[in-house]
């Protein structure tokens, strides 16, 4: 359900490379041959042209794209362009080195990444940073924050479809009781949503609604001036309906006065491989408007153009 | 390091299958030709052994093992042949199963393996249990415990030797005012042991040990009768020298009245491979006396054998 489309016979990774550079010399850069080739290109073909690009020309393309370009469209192609392991690993390290919005960061990749995916971010990280993904977070992160995000990043979550019906149950129980109480930082609480598989915690999540007369994400909505609540709420929906999340994310960003870009940019970068068809789905379900038109409407130029051409809307 | 002794030119797997399967064979069983096999190969030898014995007798080596053999030798053939990751996903899966004992076994496979070795145990869990090995642990401990061993056991820990020196400095002294103030559960004290990497823990401990005047195992010797303070201290020593813990486990569990078979068993089945040459060495220190000599001694028939044909002293 990735929104990217990729071309079915593409030009060679050094023929790719070499229009790309084309595309960086002589007066001013082209750049919109940049995105008719980077926002066409899977993760593997654009992987293959920054190794013939590397090799033709001795300089990271990454490098050579960050001395081209500038604002928004410049962080939008160079993230897409990274490989997804990479670019959650600079994200999360990134989001080590600042405080605001951080904990939001580690969460999404905790939760949103499949398991294998959330463990190619750390062999990444342990050979790029040399150091450890959950060393980093842990050592960031404090009070509820840790007690939350540390299990959520470092669990090797299962991903078969079984799930434990009589475990659904007493674990509901659980985490009604905690969430009554307003527990949210409970440890058993934490423990259920941070280790148990996500078809387990759907069906959890299902007894939960048909048991106490309310979906966990609303009983969760309790106390809207609670931060920690927020996380833990939006860490849920990642778990088991990460679309809906997403839709939100991308609602407040087009909404805010002014757009926030950087969120934009963040999640139309590393969904479109991923989700992005479900995204604008949940999108045009909420807003009775395409996310296409919405971004169309909100930002301009280069920028707009690589974000549309990313939601597979290039010639909107 | 391993005792093992592995045969350069060893009969293939098949003919090593139909030994085995003459060994079950007519009046009684030939102890002696599966020690002579299964004690003198490696891990990938044993599972090309169980390919061809599966596919030549339709039934696992393992099951054929467990008809033919019993007692203390039945598990010590059991476990040492199984592979490492499956073997270690055994124990913890038993470990879930019992409260006796169980918060060692899954400290020892948290802190001794290699961060890859414990990512395979983790993927053998899936495949076998359905779920996973960290939400088995959470869900199995409870308090301090939990706090301790769900970290350490889910972090995938830097294996590198870089360390930094001034980070190394400022978390032995974190260590040190935990220590100071008997605040063994600590929320960082358990981050720090249970995050950095083992090169960085090392010279963290070393730091401690110069700045602070006692080793830190010494220091967390303060309250004998506490025993999670006894586990969080085994713990540092399985992090930076697990042939010394190992060491005291064998000593203790050789001295004990009538030996305690069990863990004899789990140490030399899961070591053989990896230090035991280490850990012979450091009981010959501390104990003037040759591990082999020491098991020989309180151990006996195609036990003592099995055990001492690990040991790379089969002919003692």
Redesign the interface.
Known sequence: MASLKVLNHPPSPSEDAEQLHKAFSGWGTNEQMIIDILAYRSAAQRNSIRKAYKEAYGEDLLKSLEKELTSDFERIVLLFTLDPAERDACLASQSTKKSSSSNWIFMEIACTRSASAL?EV?RYY?SRY??????DI??HTTGDY??LL??LV???????E?VDMSLAKSEAKILNEKIKDKQYND?ELI?II????KA?LNATFNHYNSSFGNAITKDLKADPGDEFLKLLRAAVKCLTTPEQYYEKVLRLAINKMGSDEKALTRVVATRAEVDMVRIKEAYQKRNSVSLEQAIAGDTSGDFKRMLLALLGAGDI
Chains 1, 2 share one sequence.
């Open positions: 463990l750390k342990h040399k150091k450890s993904l959950e060393e842990a050592h840790r007690k540390f299990p470092s669990t090797f979550r299962y991903e078969g079984e440890e423990r941070s280790t148990r598989s387990q």
